[in-house]
T-cell receptor, first 110, second 112 residues
């Protein structure tokens, strides 16, 4: 599995958009980009995933660059409840395992 | 539909004791996983299973054993507990053909 690089921490004001970057320069053609988050000590929560195209769901948007070497998770209107560790993971569709990195700790402040 | 259920939520073990962490899911998912998370760190994969009767090692399998006799259950066994196994353990599952995992709420284990 390709490795990812994320900043260790970020801050965001409540109500503003939170843009979380992820570098995955060695990503292969069959590897998807997944985002999970972990709020405090809870189990990780799936957010969104994509292969080439940008994706949007009720939680977030995922922007993947044309060369697929990086991506950005966008929380359009961050709330205090979005404070969490966000993990960017690349995973091939035929791979059984999901390998976590160290993630980005997002702090949303009032 | 309860999702992924882990028991117990908390446990304190003495060095050398044994225990089984229970994990069950009611979503008929083929794939199940055990992760551990040490304080301030990311999750590490211990073991996983792609279906009943099939298990495989992850990143950190030493000191653990698993079995998968049914689709629903995937217990994790610690035979000789060591302080290095103090951690939070998460079980997860997913259905075939989709990469979104459903995680349980975790078991916080302390070995003293």
């Amino acid at each position: 599995d390709a490795k990812t690089t994320q900043p260790p921490s970020m801050d965001c004001a409540e109500g503003r958009a939170a843009n979380l970057p992820c570098n995955h320069s060695t990503i292969s053609g069959n590897e998807y980009v997944y985002w999970y988050r972990q709020i405090h000590s809870q189990g990780p929560q799936y957010i969104i995933h994509g292969l080439k195209n940008n994706e949007t769901n009720e939680m977030a948007s995922l922007i993947i660059t044309e060369d697929r070497k990086s991506s950005t998770l966008i929380l359009p209107h961050a709330t205090l409840r979005d404070t969490a560790v966000y993990y960017c993971i690349v995973r091939a569709d035929n791979t059984d395992k999901l390998i976590f990195g160290t993630g980005t700790r997002l702090q949303v402040f009032p | 539909n309860a999702g992924v259920t882990q028991t117990p939520k908390f446990r304190i073990l003495k060095i050398g004791q044994s225990m089984t962490l229970q994990c069950t899911q009611d979503m008929n998912h083929n794939y199940m996983y055990w992760y551990r998370q040490d304080p301030g760190m990311g999750l590490k994969l211990i073991y996983y299973s792609v279906g009943a009767g099939i298990t495989d090692k992850g990143e950190v399998p030493n000191g653990y054993n698993v079995s998968r006799s049914t689709t629903e259950d995937f217990p994790l066994r610690l035979e000789l507990a060591a302080p290095s196994q103090t951690s939070v353990y998460f079980c997860a599952s997913r259905r075939q053909g989709w990469g979104g995992y459903t995680f349980g709420s975790g078991t916080r284990l302390t070995v003293v």
